[in-house]
């Protein structure tokens, strides 16, 4: 079955730098591959997501990049803000065979005012 | 509002006494699925339904049960809970499996502590 490995583990970045989370996958039949955030005490929820047939997509101050051939796909956040202090995960799934998500470990982003 | 909700938020029980977490959405939505999460392993799905009457094990279903009577609840039982089972628990659901409407919006957690 797929494996999504996530990296690095925590994070901590000072307000207003850049901070960059990496996965892999192992099944190359993954096409879909979201991103959620949960804050303390809560679920997680959906911020970004790309489909394999896109290699970039951006959202305000975060972006998703993928690369399909290596298998590995990356957020970035820029001008990174307080709020933006969380666990991320991100997922990979097979569309075509329903909705099963497979996810990372996780990232404790802390952004240092 | 549109949520999916659980209850309870918190639980601490004993080994052996059976338990059921529920959740619901308002969102009349197909898929449903809940997942555990444990440090370190993310979240790992537990069972998932297609749809009303349609269940399927996910990564690790042992000692688990779900129903799907109903399009709007999906409870999640233990009928013998074990401390390995402590955990936190998310239920998730989603327009559709698969496709554009596969966003999957998620509850806000039951944390377990079995002792």
């Known amino acids: 079955g797929e494996n999504v490995e996530q990296h690095p583990s925590t994070l901590s970045v000072q307000e207003g730098d850049s901070a960059v989370i990496k996965c892999t996958y192992s099944?190359?039949?993954?096409?879909?591959f979201p991103w959620y955030k949960q804050e303390l005490g809560k679920g997680p929820q959906l911020i970004i997501d790309?489909?394999?047939?896109?290699g970039e997509k951006k959202d305000q101050r975060i972006a998703v990049t993928l690369n399909k051939t290596a298998k590995h796909f990356s957020l970035h956040i820029t001008e990174t803000q307080p709020e933006d202090s969380a666990v991320y995960f991100c997922?990979?799934?097979?569309?075509?065979?329903?909705?099963?998500?497979?996810f990372g470990g996780g990232t404790r982003v802390l952004v240092k005012p | 509002e549109a949520q999916v909700t659980q209850n309870p938020r918190y639980l601490i029980t004993v080994t052996g006494k059976k338990l059921t977490v529920t959740c619901s959405q308002n969102?009349?939505?197909?898929?449903m699925s809940w997942y555990r999460q444990d440090p370190g392993l993310g979240l790992r799905q537990i069972y998932y339904?297609?749809?009303?009457?349609?269940?399927d094990k996910g990564d690790v279903p042992e000692g688990y049960k779900v129903s799907r009577k109903e399009k709007r609840n999906f409870p999640l039982i233990l009928e013998s809970p074990s401390p390995n089972q402590t955990s936190l628990y998310f239920c998730?659901?989603?327009?559709?499996?698969?496709?554009?409407?596969?966003?999957?919006?998620f509850g806000p957690g039951t944390r377990l502590t079995v002792l």
């Open positions: 790309i489909r394999s047939n896109v």
């Open positions: 997922a990979a799934s097979i569309e075509a065979a329903g909705n099963k998500l497979t």
């Open positions: 969102m009349n939505h197909e898929y």
């Open positions: 998730a659901s989603s327009i559709l499996a698969g496709g554009p409407d596969n966003e999957q919006f």
């Open positions: 099944d190359s039949a993954s096409n879909y």
């Open positions: 339904s297609m749809n009303v009457e349609v269940t």
